[in-house]
């Protein structure tokens, strides 16, 4: 199986940035897509951006986040990035890193098999 482990959370102040961390384990990560989600306190969980099995592949955005937010991987390293500039309030919450064993990223949770555990992301006023 693919085990994901996130990293890069924390606490920033509205309008700075942070870039998310997802390593991924086994030599076969370039054979899934990859996504990021999140779930704010009270909220269900929320499909962030997805990027297909290549570097310079597919990708796909929220709404919410489009323009702000740069999905990347980087298969040598078996690693997946979340690029988060001008960050709201609103962005607070857990992200995870999940994968799915096709080769476009889709938005349904339910879509996906294999999650990590999550890492805070605090965004102040």
């Known amino acids: 199986q693919v085990q994901l482990v996130e990293s890069g959370g924390g606490l920033v102040q509205a309008g700075d940035s942070l870039r998310l961390s997802c390593a991924a384990s086994?030599?076969?990560?370039?054979?899934?897509?990859m996504g990021w989600f999140r779930q704010a306190p009270g909220k269900e969980r929320e499909f962030v951006a997805g990027i297909s099995w290549w570097n310079s592949g597919y990708t796909v955005y929220a709404e919410s986040v489009k323009g702000r937010f740069t999905i990347s991987r980087d298969n040598a390293k078996s690693t997946v990035a979340l690029q988060m500039n001008s960050l709201k309030p609103e962005d607070t919450a857990v992200y995870y890193c999940a994968a799915k064993n096709a080769y476009l990223a889709t938005m349904g949770p339910s879509e996906y098999d294999y999650w990590g555990q999550g890492t805070q992301v605090t965004v102040s006023s």
């Open positions: 086994g030599r076969t990560f370039s054979r899934y897509a």
